[in-house]
């Protein structure tokens, strides 16, 4: 069978996979807080190793690696416990930081391995990856160049609109407030976090 391009489907999976991907999350949500919090420099670390994280993830749904898994069910497990409790650790720090202190002394920090494992570990994330995988099919004709396709844009869709969810925690951060109202962002981006990260997981 002749391989093709059905640039139908390329177009719908590119348009499903903008909206199930660039919708708000667990991931999304610490994006913006990292943002508003660490900087666009210092946030880049974190936003790097949950691009990795992703791309891995995603890999494994196109290979169809799930069934491996089944091998060692605990250990997705207990990712997305660590996972979970890191997001949490991130929303109590946001929360409950004096105003202006998290933005002005550096204190707060977000790591590469830190947005790794949340990459890795994120179950809205693989929702989005195997629905996306099964769906549209744009190389007719292989299978293998099929899945690869989908992979790479997939990660380049993650790459643009997680960039552009930390570039707004950027813009968040350089806004002047007034003390009340920065408390009720941090207060909000917190409970974001908690309430995206619940969603998820349940």
Do not use: H
Not at 68 to 76: G, K, N, S, T, V
Request: with cysteine.
């Amino acid at each position: 069978m002749t391989m093709s391009v059905n640039t139908i489907s390329l177009g719908l999976f590119i348009v499903s996979a903008t909206a199930l991907l660039g919708s708000p999350g667990p991931g999304i949500a610490s994006l913006l807080a990292v943002g508003r919090t660490a900087g666009l420099v210092k946030g880049l670390t974190y936003y790097l190793g949950m691009q990795a994280g992703l791309a891995i993830a995603a890999g494994f749904c196109a290979v169809g690696l799930f069934s491996l898994l089944d091998l060692i069910p605990d250990a997705l497990d207990v990712m997305a416990a660590m996972a979970a409790a890191y997001l949490l650790y991130l929303a109590y720090r946001i929360a409950s930081a004096p105003v202006g202190v998290a933005i002005t002394d550096g204190r707060f920090t977000s790591s590469f391995s830190a947005g790794l494992l949340l990459g890795l570990a994120n179950p809205k994330a693989f929702i989005a990856f195997v629905s996306l995988f099964a769906s549209q099919t744009i190389m007719t004709g292989d299978q293998r160049a099929d899945a690869t396709v989908k992979w790479l844009l997939v990660i380049v869709i993650m790459v643009v609109v997680d960039f552009i969810w930390l570039s707004v925690g950027t813009v968040l951060r350089r806004v002047s407030m007034r003390p009340g109202t920065e408390r009720a962002l941090n207060l909000t981006l917190g409970a974001l976090i908690v309430a995206a990260t619940l969603l998820a997981f349940l």
